[in-house]
């Protein structure tokens, strides 16, 4: 009795050393990861500030794909060190291993082939947060679905769409993915006016608008380039298309269309000039009221 004291002893002591060790190293490891990320997300706010306007950095968007990689590292991290520790616990009380290991080896295979889809969508996940395809509050385009993004999840991500709906869908269905939020956007306007226009008069008139415009709020965080006047774009015995384009902030296109249509056509108004429609009939101004 004294000696199977004394091995039943030093085994308990032994496991519970085991697990002491295997739950420190669990905490060292999942607060190093934690302080890491934490230094990262900080590393990005001071270079964003920097940057200043024009950036493409995303603090915002970095944080969110940091923080979903360190999630994912804390729980594998968690899973190796106390798989281990579970493992020298069963070995110190006597459990042989090697069948144990090959049952588990046979079992995982089969959870393999049945769970491959999940698999797909777990590494595709992986793979888009460390490419850094896209992120929290981008607009993409992802195939079947096109939306802002609000959460990216190692099997999922969820997008809202131009009407409100949400979108669920799995990262291993997204075979190829566009970007509409990163880089610039290019806003576009088609002005038509009278074949006899003074084509001289008419630029000098979409320039005026455009460094008004560029001077206003919000639109000057909006433009990051000025307003220019490409030429004509289409002739007909009624009409002539003038192209005008802008870059912008990316997301800012179509606000910034319209609001270029609205000062282009008050400036041309003002100056006298008629404008056409799509059809290419003159729109008549009203010179006042009851005419």
Do not use: C, H
């Not at 039943?8 to 302080?35: E, G, H, M, N, P």
């Not at 500030?49 to 493409?56: D, F, I, P, V």
């Not at 944080?63 to 968690?78: F, K, N, Y």
């Not at 296109?253 to 000062?263: F, G, P």
């Amino acid at each position: 009795m004294a000696e199977a004291w004394e091995t039943w002893l030093a085994a308990s002591l032994r496991i519970v050393l085991i697990v002491v060790i295997s739950f420190t190293a669990r905490f060292v490891i999942r607060r190093a990861i934690t302080r890491f990320v934490t230094r990262l997300n900080r590393g990005d706010r001071q270079r964003q500030r920097s940057a200043g306007r024009g950036s493409l950095a995303s603090s915002e968007r970095r944080r969110q794909r940091s923080e979903t990689i360190g999630s994912v590292l804390r729980s594998a991290s968690s899973v190796l060190v106390l798989g281990t520790g579970a493992l020298m616990v069963l070995s110190e009380l006597g459990v042989q291993l090697g069948p144990l290991v090959a049952s588990a080896g046979i079992i995982g295979v089969a959870i393999g082939f049945g769970a491959r889809n999940l698999v797909t969508d777990v590494l595709s996940g992986m793979f888009m947060l460390l490419e850094d395809q896209y992120g929290v509050g981008d607009r993409i385009d992802a195939g079947e679905a096109t939306g802002t993004v609000l959460e990216i999840g190692l099997r999922v991500t969820t997008l809202r769409g131009d009407d409100g709906e949400i979108w669920y869908v799995r990262n291993g269905e997204i075979k190829r993915v566009a970007n509409l939020s990163q880089g610039w956007a290019t806003a576009s306007v088609e002005v038509q006016v009278p074949a006899g226009t003074d084509l001289d008069t008419v630029r000098e008139l979409i320039t005026a608008a455009g460094e008004e415009m560029a001077g206003d709020e919000p639109f000057d965080e909006m433009l990051w380039q000025p307003v220019e006047v490409l030429g004509l774009d289409a002739v007909t015995m009624d009409t002539m298309t003038v192209r005008v384009t802008a870059r912008t902030q990316p997301g800012t296109a179509a606000a910034v269309e319209r609001e270029l249509r609205w000062r282009v056509k008050r400036a041309l108004d003002q100056a006298g000039i008629k404008q056409v429609d799509e059809a290419g009939l003159t729109l008549r101004k009203l010179s006042g009221p009851g005419t």
